[in-house]
T-cell receptor, first 111, second 115 residues
Framework: GENVEQHPSTLSVQEGDSAVIKCTYSDSASNYFPWYKQELGKGPQLIIDIRSNVGEKKDQRIAVTLNKTAKHFSLHITETQPEDSAVYFCAASLGANNLFFGTGTRLTVIP | GAVVSQHPSRVICKSGTSVKIECRSLDFQATTMFWYRQFPKQSLMLMAT?????????EQGVEKDKFLINHASLTLSTLTVTSAHPEDSSFYIC???????????FGPGTRLLVL
């Protein structure tokens, strides 16, 4: 089955700096890679996703890159703000079916 | 994005009782919904896949007789934790697959505490 690894497990950045979270996956058949933000006591919120037919996608301060050959994808948050503080999960799946999640990254943005 | 609701948001029950959690897709039809369990500071663990009009598919190690899943309509799936015990205390989260958008959206979660 699919195995998704995520690094780092914790990340602290100063407000205004950039944050990068990296994930690798094992199943070359996976073609859908979403990123979720989870705040304390809440369900995961989809913030951006990418499919295997593109290498990069951007939405305002958030971008995701995908390297299919190396089987890794990354989340980039620029100009971080305190409200970006949360746990971020990457996931991989085939066609948005069973999602295989990474172990999560706790991001803290220091004002 | 699409909206998925869960009810109740939190429940406290006595050991031995059953608890039902509802998951609804509010603005799209979901032939497939998923139930996850999350322990503190851990990732989401898939428990089962709920398919409208058919039996749920359970992940290895998840007792189907303890965690009853019903997906009777295209917008509603329910998870019933039967004869709950303290070790069942957890954060239960559902998600719904939006087929046209090929995306999964998550509900806000249900915090279950079994005394």
């Amino acid at each position: 089955g699919e195995n998704v690894e995520q690094h780092p497990s914790t990340l602290s950045v100063q407000e205004g700096d950039s944050a990068v979270i990296k994930c690798t996956y094992s199943d070359s058949a996976s073609n859908y890679f979403p990123w979720y933000k989870q705040e304390l006591g809440k369900g995961p919120q989809l913030i951006i996703d990418i499919r295997s037919n593109v290498g990069e996608k951007k939405d305002q301060r958030i971008a995701v890159t995908l390297n299919k050959t190396a089987k890794h994808f990354s989340l980039h948050i620029t100009e971080t703000q305190p409200e970006d503080s949360a746990v971020y999960f990457c996931a991989a799946s085939l066609g948005a079916n069973n999602l295989f999640f990474g172990t999560g990254t706790r991001l803290t943005v220091i004002p | 994005g699409a909206v998925v609701s869960q009810h109740p948001s939190r429940v406290i029950c006595k050991s031995g009782t059953s608890v039902k959690i509802e998951c609804r897709s509010l603005d799209f039809q979901a032939t497939t919904m998923f139930w996850y369990r999350q322990f503190p500071k851990q990732s989401l663990m898939l428990m089962a896949t709920s398919n409208e009009g058919s039996k749920a598919t359970y992940e290895q190690g998840v007792e189907k007789d303890k965690f009853l899943i019903n997906h009777a309509s295209l917008t509603l799936s329910t998870l019933t934790v039967t004869s709950a015990h303290p070790e069942d205390s957890s954060f239960y989260i559902c998600s719904a697959r939006d087929v046209p958008r090929e995306t999964q959206y998550f509900g806000p979660g249900t915090r279950l505490l079994v005394l």
